[in-house]
């Protein structure tokens, strides 16, 4: 082979292997910016979801605490309230 020809086609090669790895190279980053928003996106839903639990988790107990204050207001008057159990807090 003739080296102006061997050095034509290292060349290409060459160019076409830089391209290939510019083109992977972007790819990448785009890939790595979509996983940082994706994660950042979950991390803000889940704190969102422990402060509504949280949230739900007092008004939940406010509720109980006076439902319990009913139910003995109704034995202190005599009334037999239904149901005659009060269920116990499982969650806690």
């Keep these: 082979m003739e080296p ?6 290292v060349a290409g090669l060459a160019t076409f292997g830089g391209g290939a790895w510019k ?3 972007r790819a990448d ?3 790595e910016r979509r ?3 994706v994660e950042s996106l ?5 704190a969102a979801l422990e402060n509504e639990k949280q949230r739900q988790r007092r008004y939940n107990s406010r509720i109980k605490a ?3 204050k009913w139910r003995e207001q109704l034995i202190a008057h005599g009334i037999e309230p239904d149901p ?3 269920p ?4 806690e």
């Design 35 to 37: 996983e940082a928003a």
């Design 88 to 91: 116990e807090d499982e969650h």
């Design 4 to 9: 102006a020809l061997i050095t034509a086609i």
């Design 84 to 86: 005659t159990d009060w």
């Design 23 to 25: 083109l992977i190279d």
């Design 66 to 68: 006076a439902a319990g």
């Design 42 to 46: 979950l991390t803000a839903r889940v």
């Design 29 to 31: 980053k785009k890939r």
